[in-house]
């Protein structure tokens, strides 16, 4: 998490800091939850099952949850799927992070381009 940056449009450094995160359950955990609140940090993260039982049965009160924000991030795990359809991103041929880079911008173009 540490190693979150988020570019700018124009000059400077990146942010360390995004507005929002959204996550999958995998992310789902006390401590990540806890470093995102104490930097002041909006999440939307669905709760596992289990963490949720143990709130119930502790007697806390639960995660705020937006479904609709959560709903969004499907269009980026879908731009995944389609940019791995790619054979050379999905089994990184590339040897350095450059080429790697410019093979996905590359791919990412020409998803753009296609017809829809």
Known sequence: ???????????????TRP?????????????????LRRRGIKHTIP??????????????RPC???????????VVERCFNRLKHFRG????????ATSYEAAVTLAATLLWLQPH
């Open 47 to 60: 709760e596992r099952i289990d963490q949720l039982n143990g709130r119930i049965r502790r007697g806390e």
């Open 19 to 35: 507005d929002h995160v959204v996550a999958d359950k995998g992310y789902s955990s006390r401590r990540i939850r806890s470093w």
């Open 64 to 74: 705020g949850f937006d479904p609709q924000t959560y709903r969004r991030r499907n």
């Open 89 to 96: 991103i999905a089994t990184r041929y590339d040897k350095t």
């Open 1 to 15: 998490m540490d190693r979150i940056r988020v570019g700018r449009q124009g000059p400077g450094r990146p942010r």
